[in-house]
Every structure is written in structure tokens, then in C-alpha cells.
T-cell receptor
Framework: NAGVTQTPKFQVLKTGQSMTLQCAQD?????MYWYRQDPGMGLRLIYY???????DKGEVPNGYNVSRLNKREFSLRLESAAPSQTSVYFC?????????????FGPGTRLTVT | QKEVEQNSGPLSVPEGAIASLNCTYS??????FFWYRQYSGKSPELIMS????GDKEDGRFTAQLNKASQYVSLLIRDSQPSDSATYLC????????????FGKGTKLSVIP
């Protein structure tokens, strides 16, 4: 039982390049989330998927797109990377039924945009 | 704008002492409250959740919730150097929301 997994762990991009961050969970959770964490800013929600087939914007969605591929997988795409997107990206999941809203995090992706 | 406030620290306590971490939130309708521990360079790890007023104990950890004062705290008894980390408070606001609002965290340092 791996929990939440993310790939890649590290990535360096040049300005304007694109990439997709992958996330998968094996806990049969309904909801999945993408956050970024920057020094002094805390965790900020980029997008979330309340259930398979739905996605919604969070606090900082500009410059990102997401796909809920199936119940297990939720990907985050940067179409044209900018230095302001240098950050640590975390994926999380939660059951979101029966009052169980605890979120469980993956190990993170450390992205640098030069 | 829903806000979750924490003292950024660092909070330094000697080994064996009680560490007290505090969090206030702005949305009076908030329903669920969580404490996460984050070691440097690692991802947040859930350590406690609390939903009702009062205390909830789990080993050396006690979460305390006071909805009237919009205040949630985490006590760590018999603090150990391995407890040195940043502690994040997270709040789920309303019944239909799936989102958590996170505080910026309090950095705890336990001195041997």
C-alpha cells in the first residue's frame, strides 16, 4: 500500500517548456488535490477534484491545467513554465465521504524553472 | 477570505517539556480541524484531527478545540528532538467544501 505517489521527484525546466506532474493514490479515495508550497506562503491549493469526472480551481490556478484521468490518477500540467512556478508541488487525496476529510500527501515534486 | 493564523516561531522547548502550538481561524462555520507535521524537505504528515469542542488525546499528542473562541491547539508532552519540525494547522470550513485552508506553520525546535 504505497499511499500517494508522485513523479518525478525533481525537475528542472527552461522558461516556456511544458511538463506534466503525475499523481496516483491506491487508497480508493474520492477526492484529489494539487498544492504548491513556497517559503513564507504556506500551502496553496492549485486545483482539486472532488470526485472522478470533476475538477475545480483552487486559490492559484493560473498557468496550470489538470486532468482526473480515473479515480486513482490526477495530473497537473504546466503548459508554458515561468520562473514564478518554481516551487514544491504536493498531491494529496481524501476519502471525502462519511465525514472523512483528512488529506494524505504524496512526497512532492521539486520544480525549478530557469 | 478564510484565514488560519499560526505563530511562525521558532518555538524552542527543552527535551521532556510540553510544547504548545496554537492556531486561530476566521471562519466561524468551520467544522473540521487538522494538525500536520512537516519535516524539512518532506511532505506534510497528518498527526491529529478534531471535530468537537474539547480535548482529543493520541499518545503524546493532545488536540484542543474551542469553537467559541475560534481556537485550536496542539500539545506535545515529553517533547523529543525527533518532534523538531514545522507543524501546520488546517481547517475545513463548511459542510459542502472539500478544501482545507492551511496556516503557514509553526517551527518547533526541541533542544536536547
Amino acid at each position: 500500500n504505497a499511499g500517494v505517489t508522485q513523479t518525478p521527484k525533481f525537475q528542472v525546466l527552461k522558461t516556456g517548456q511544458s511538463m506534466t506532474l503525475q499523481c496516483a493514490q491506491d487508497m480508493n479515495h474520492n477526492s484529489m488535490y494539487w498544492y504548491r508550497q513556497d517559503p513564507g506562503m504556506g500551502l496553496r491549493l492549485i486545483y482539486y477534484s472532488a470526485s472522478e469526472g470533476t475538477t475545480d480551481k483552487g486559490e492559484v490556478p493560473n498557468g496550470y491545467n489538470v486532468s482526473r484521468l480515473n479515480k486513482r490518477e490526477f495530473s497537473l500540467r504546466l503548459e508554458s513554465a515561468a520562473p514564478s512556478q518554481t516551487s514544491v508541488y504536493f498531491c494529496a487525496s481524501s476519502e471525502s465521504t462519511g465525514g472523512a476529510y483528512e488529506q494524505y500527501f504524496g512526497p512532492g515534486t521539486r520544480l525549478t524553472v530557469t | 477570505q478564510k484565514e488560519v493564523e499560526q505563530n511562525s516561531g521558532p518555538l524552542s522547548v527543552p527535551e521532556g517539556a510540553i510544547a504548545s502550538l496554537n492556531c486561530t481561524y476566521s471562519d466561524r462555520g468551520s467544522q473540521s480541524f487538522f494538525w500536520y507535521r512537516q519535516y524539512s524537505g518532506k511532505s506534510p504528515e497528518l498527526i491529529m484531527s478534531i471535530y468537537s469542542n474539547g480535548d482529543k488525546e493520541d499518545g503524546r499528542f493532545t488536540a484542543q478545540l474551542n469553537k467559541a473562541s475560534q481556537y485550536v491547539s496542539l500539545l506535545i508532552r515529553d517533547s523529543q528532538p525527533s518532534d523538531s519540525a514545522t507543524y501546520l494547522c488546517a481547517v475545513k470550513s463548511w459542510a459542502g467544501s472539500y478544501q482545507l485552508t492551511f496556516g503557514k506553520g509553526t517551527k518547533l525546535s526541541v533542544i536536547p
